[in-house]
Nanobody
Framework: VQLQASGGGLVQAGGSLRLSCAASGGTFSMYAMAWFRQAPGKEREFVTAISSWTGSRTYYADSVKGRFTISRDNAKNMVYLQMASLKPEDTAVYYC??????????????????WGQGTQVTVSS
């Protein structure tokens, strides 16, 4: 399974961005999907996850709850991260990840089997 994240960029505080993650290979709908981020000098941290198949369940880190929305489109093998009310502390490289067991809401990065290459999000104050 290959994952490719895109959509990052430079945005002012309070602005919005939508990240996309395209999956190829494997059976995408079976995978639970997540977004993580890593800021300079910090460890990679969990941002949000969405359940496999219908994506009816979502889970968010407290730091992004109410501002970020994860979604998936199984027909397109895509997962999205809509980010609103962005803050400078959201600046990081954002990674999409897939759990082939479909386990939902794992917040540990070592629980995920496949990773995208990352896309940079920079929020200016």
């Amino acid at each position: 399974v290959q994952l490719q994240a895109s959509g990052g960029g430079l945005v002012q505080a309070g602005g919005s961005l939508r990240l996309s993650c395209a999956a190829s290979g494997g059976t995408f709908s079976m995978y639970a999907m997540a977004w993580f981020r890593q800021a300079p000098g910090k460890e990679r941290e969990f941002v949000t996850a969405i359940s496999s198949w219908t994506g009816s369940r979502t889970y968010y880190a407290d730091s992004v709850k109410g501002r970020f929305t994860i979604s998936r489109d199984n027909a397109k093998n895509m997962v999205y991260l809509q980010m609103a009310s962005l803050k400078p502390e959201d600046t990081a490289v954002y990674y999409c990840a897939a759990d082939r067991r479909g386990s939902f809401a794992n917040t540990r990065s070592d629980e995920y089997d496949y990773w995208g290459q990352g896309t940079q999000v920079t929020v200016s104050s």
